[in-house]
């Protein structure tokens, strides 16, 4: 099953998708190379026409903080503009070129920084993403720049380059004397004593450093001893190599080198089972989490332990023993070019050297480690390792060519005899290992290929002569069986096994035919010995399992139905529709129906069940898709702020009006004392001659209403400061009562809104009135 994805707006423009750190195990068949970028789409214009092992890696895909994009964004001119700006500053300005600087060394410097910034700017990424892509591009430009410091010395004589040392530190240039730590051998508490310096600390610090980058026990231990046996191989040239046998065994290796190698197993352990859950700096609250987050960044994003398999392949057991003979020259080096130089073990020069090896070790290894484990997609070898290579190699060169007319002193017989069993038994055991199984399989194959030669003989002897007594002694085949029978079931059955879950194994990706198959397969070596591997911490590999199956369910939902619910059964079967899928009975999730429920635990996406089945709805957490629902949600609150603040304005005035009819209306305001007087208002003076009296009791004016609204009028288009007419109500009140009556009747009904205005106009007339008093 094949699908055209668009970029990932997520992924940095500046960089290919990151291979995470994974376990990557060796595939048995090669697919075809992958293209560029993340699903074939070119990521930078200079990248177009490369194929890296780390611009299409699945399942995982490194995708940096989008809450601090301005980090990860193509700066390239700006940096230029700067960069040319400082240049310009520090070349043109007479105050900082003061006189009697070396300007030589500035100029230097300058080109130097020069170099670096190209460097950040435009060179490939590595398998490292932490802190930050540029600081990994940094640590190749400069080990480049070493490189290139060694192709030049290549050139030179010995004593010339110890007077170009000279410019960089004046110190230098003095014979130094020979120093050997093998002088007093005995046992003892105050020899110990004196031999524990600065040194003890630096090789703790090498070894854990080694342990980082190695990540193995075993390699780690055999590196440790096998530089000791170099020591006291070479002491007849390098007098620092001659030591007592307890500062070899026990000092080192036991106490320092296991010392540092614990401590950086330790750390790599705590790595790799550590839950890495990273969030952007803006979805973090608080200034705590903030900071954690900040120091978070120069911790692994994810981590591998490495299995390199020294017994599974003669592939691996080659790079296996090139690396631990590129370590051990890596070690040594330092030694002969301190000595060839005139410098002090701890000058700053050779602390560099060490430290910058260290931070170049770190991807070249992880480099190597895929170009050997997954050479599907690491189609060659990473730029780190090949320059790190490169460089030792030249310090080998640079060492190899001073060093002639200075160590003339022979290897000694013992040294040699020694080496020749090492170099004996590197060469036996791969044999012994290796080749005796595959000279079995040769003769196999050579019977095999004996009887297909016998069987197209007969096939092209029954072809063109039936009648041959040869092509008639073989010419009876096998009839099928029919329709029915227990025969053709079973072929049914067999037929229909390759294509169940049940007989496939995951740890090979090998898919069986019948129960029998798998129990063969079960009890094959190669089986047992990928069993071995996964057995060493199979929660490791069942986690990987479950990650990379819910990345790619996860990755196919978004793809296919966006955040379109749907049946998840839909979605598993087009899932499992592409061959090379990772099956679910690899995870840790034993029914379709848990792992929903988990996507919906983890809020990945939204569950819910039906009487057809589990639906499933993707979740959109992404950027792009939070803003837009925040802008939306923006809108709604412009859209309905005047609604809302009409219905609190009512909610306001409800309470008003239900606190102040609780409260009395004496304690409102105390008693006034007034005189007689005549209230105009509620009264009238009806003038008549005639012999009827005239109606005019209070209770007359009372049906209407002393605001002067008429019943069934609207109180919100009422004005309270209107004063009421007399004479209309007057003449009003002569009407018949039963017509009032009626009237009051066919008057529509009030809202608790319109009593409460009503109400409150009505206060707020009693309370002009009594003012105008």
Known sequence: ????????????????????????????????????????????????????????????????????????????????????????????????????????????????????????????????????????????????????????????????????????????????????????????????????????????????????????????????????????????????????????????????????????????????VKPYEWRGFRQTRGLRLKAKRVLSQFSPHDFTAFKWGTATSFTHYIVVVLLLAVFLAAELNPFYLKTLLWMEPDHPIV????????????????????????????????????????????????????????????????????????????????????????????????????????????????????????????????????????????????????????????????????????????????????MLVVGENAGRHISDFSATFQSEFVSLLSRRFGTKRVRANQVYQEYIADKHHLHMNATRWVTLTEFVKHLGRTGVARVDETEKGWFIAWIDNSPKALAKQEASLKKDRATMSDEQRERMLIAEQIERAAAEAEAPETKASPPVEEGLKRDESTEKVVLSFSAKPAATSSSSAAPTPASGLRIGANPLKANPLKRPNVFKAAASSNGNDAEKVNEKKRAAPMSAAERLIIEEQERKRRRMERESV
Request: proline share 6%; net charge neutral.
């Open 1 to 272: 099953m094949t699908s055209i994805s668009e970029p990932n707006p997520d992924l940095s423009p500046t960089s290919p998708a990151e291979d995470s750190d994974v376990v990557l195990s060796p595939t048995a068949e090669a697919e075809p190379e992958p293209m560029p970028g993340v699903d074939g789409a070119p990521v930078r214009w200079y990248d177009a026409d490369r194929t890296e092992p780390y611009t299409r890696i699945t399942p995982f895909q490194e995708r940096h903080d989008t809450s601090v994009e301005f980090f990860y964004k193509p700066i390239t001119l700006s940096a230029l503009s700067c960069g040319l700006i400082v240049l310009a500053y520090v070349a043109m300005t007479q105050d900082v070129l003061e006189e009697g600087r070396d300007k030589r060394r500035v100029g230097i410097y300058a080109a130097i920084a020069a170099f670096l910034t190209f460097s950040m700017l435009q060179f490939r990424d590595g398998p490292f993403v932490r802190p930050h892509p540029a600081f990994w591009r940094i640590v190749l430009g400069v080990n480049l720049l070493y490189e290139l410091g060694l192709v030049f010395l290549l050139f030179q004589d010995l004593g010339t380059a110890r007077v170009m040392m000279t410019y960089i530190d004046p110190k230098l240039g003095v014979p130094l004397p020979e120093k050997s730590y093998a002088e007093d051998c005995a046992l003892t508490p105050t020899n110990i004593w004196n031999a524990l310096d600065i040194f003890c600390l630096a090789h703790t610090l090498g070894w854990f450093g080694k342990a980082m980058i190695l990540r193995d026990y075993w390699f780690c231990w055999i590196l440790s001893i096998a530089f000791e046996l170099a020591e006291y191989s070479l002491q007849h040239q390098l007098a620092n190599f001659a030591e007592c046998w307890w500062d070899h065994w026990i000092l080192d290796v036991l106490l320092c080198n296991w010392i540092g190698t614990y401590l950086g197993m330790k750390i790599c352990q705590y790595f790799e």
């Open 351 to 530: 602390i560099l050297r060490l430290a910058g090896v260290f931070l170049c070790a770190l991807p070249a290894v992880r480099e190597l480690y895929q170009y050997v484990n997954d050479p599907r997609r690491a189609v060659r070898m990473g730029q780190h390792v090949w320059l790190l290579l490169a460089t030792i190699l030249t310090e080998l060169l640079v060492i190899t060519k001073w060093s002639k007319g200075l160590f003339t002193e022979p290897f000694p017989k013992s040294v040699k005899v020694g080496w020749t069993i090492g170099a004996t038994l590197l060469v036996i055991y791969p044999i012994v290992q290796f080749g005796v199984p595959s000279a079995r399989s040769a003769m196999h194959m050579a019977a095999w290929w004996i009887f297909r030669r016998r069987y197209l003989l007969r096939s092209s002897i029954s072809a063109t002569n039936p009648l041959h007594p040869y092509a008639l002694s073989h010419s009876f085949k096998m009839p099928r069986a029919e329709v029915g029978t227990p025969k053709y079931i079973a072929n049914k059955m067999k037929s229909k096994g390759l294509q169940r879950l049940r007989w496939y194994c995951q740890v090979c990706e090998k898919q069986c035919r019948d129960e029998n198959g798998f129990k063969c397969h079960t009890a094959s070596e190669a089986h047992l010995r990928q």
